[in-house]
């Protein structure tokens, strides 16, 4: 008996087309034709950005148009002493410290001097004692004369014989010895006594030329010595430099040499004050090379010194094949000059904001160096397209070229 309420697999089938289908298709690929043709119409539409290099205002000054050559180096003192004491001693008072501006012959520190005071009161007694010595010869020398002349008068009478006359004459000859030991003994008391003056103030530690203490080496209480190799004991108490002879010790490469002669115009610029230009001359050039930097010292001497500037300062010198002048010395805004064009009968300069460039008028002067000196709304820094195009103009987009 057959089943007949479930159906044969011949009566059943599967529908591939959902109802609709065609339809929804042709839709589908409408509205993405409409989304790509907006799409493109918008990448067509969208403004474009001009790819542009930049280069930037700088600051220069005119004498650089003269460089010759450029070298660094650093501010020395010719005139420098590290000053310390002939004796050996406790130090007592120090009058000085780092800064302190001296004159030839203060005094800069004392060392405890109570056994060179009692040697030299002991000096000067012996100086009195042998001064008394040589009074007490001279009276004895004084009294043998007498005695002398007397007994040759006694003896031209006959009182007296002559043996006892030359008795008189011997002891005037031993008197006149002792006065002479008497006044030698003087004068070594005399030399002694100059050495003990002479250790006395070999405790003062004076300053020997004017100047200014740039490092304080001992403190008080400090054994000072002079050779400083003895253990826990200081050599030179301070050390000091006199600032009017401050000169700049530059090293110049070896191959430049020839462009360096005594006399010679320098520019010199200082790291610690990158705003100031100072004038100099080459004063001398070492005869010799470094041979791990094959480059000769060359001393230039400032033109005029300045009180901001100290020793071991960083410089930089730049050796001139003329003279600077006032106005040679004074900064300036310059720029690559392919960064200047023409516009409408002005100069301008594009210069670079955020995304957009914006026209600045400028006024070009003379070429220093690489760059154009220009003056106008501009400051140090400043980045202004490098070769504009012609169709480029202010308030249009850019993009900066990668390097």
């Known amino acids: 008996m057959t089943d007949t309420s479930t159906p044969s697999l011949k009566q059943l089938s599967i529908q591939r087309t959902a109802p609709g289908g065609p339809k929804r298709r042709r839709w589908g690929l409408w509205v993405g034709a409409a989304l790509a043709v907006v799409a493109v119409g918008a990448f067509v539409l969208r403004p474009g950005k001009t790819e542009v290099q930049v280069t930037s205002v700088v600051t220069t000054y005119p004498s650089q148009q003269y460089a010759q050559l450029t070298a660094s180096g650093y501010v020395v003192a010719q005139r420098r002493a590290a000053v310390a004491s002939k004796a050996t001693g406790r130090l007592e008072v120090l009058n000085v410290r780092e800064g302190s501006q001296v ?80 006044e030698a003994a003087v004068g070594v008391a005399r030399a002694q006594l100059k050495v003990q003056q002479v250790n006395l103030d070999y405790t003062e530690i004076r300053a020997p030329f004017d100047g200014v203490v740039l490092v304080k080496n001992a403190n008080v209480g400090d054994i000072i010595t002079p050779f400083s190799s003895a253990a826990g004991a200081q050599g ?113 300069v594009l210069r670079v904001k955020d995304d957009t460039v914006e026209a600045v008028e400028v006024t070009p002067g003379r070429r220093i160096g690489d760059n154009l000196e220009i003056t106008g709304a501009l400051k140090s820094g400043d980045r202004v397209v490098l070769s504009p195009p012609d169709k480029l103009a202010g308030g249009m987009k850019i993009a900066v070229a990668a390097k």
């Open 103 to 182: 004159k030839q012959g203060d005094v800069l520190a004392r060392l405890d001097a109570s056994d060179v005071r009692a040697a030299l009161a002991q000096a000067q007694a012996a100086v009195r004692q042998a001064e008394a010595a040589v009074a007490q010869a001279g009276v004895e020398r004084t009294q043998a004369e007498a005695d002398l002349r007397r007994q040759q008068a006694l003896q031209a009478k006959g009182f007296v014989s002559p043996q006892t006359v030359e008795t008189a004459a011997t002891r005037l000859n031993a008197a006149k010895a002792a006065v002479t030991t008497a």
């Open 236 to 348: 030179a108490v301070v050390t000091m430099a006199d600032m009017g002879t401050l000169e700049v010790e530059a090293d110049v490469s070896e191959s430049n040499l020839a462009k360096a002669k005594i006399g010679q115009p320098v520019e010199i610029t200082l790291d610690a004050l990158p705003d100031a230009r100072f004038r100099g001359s080459v004063v001398g050039i070492v005869p010799t090379v470094d041979r791990a930097k094959a480059t000769v010292m060359t001393k230039i001497r400032f033109e005029k010194l300045d009180p901001r500037i100290l020793p071991e300062m960083s410089a930089k010198v730049t050796i001139l094949s003329q003279a600077a002048t006032d106005a040679d010395q004074k900064p300036l805004l310059a720029v690559n000059p392919k960064a200047v064009v023409e516009r409408d009968g002005r100069k301008q």
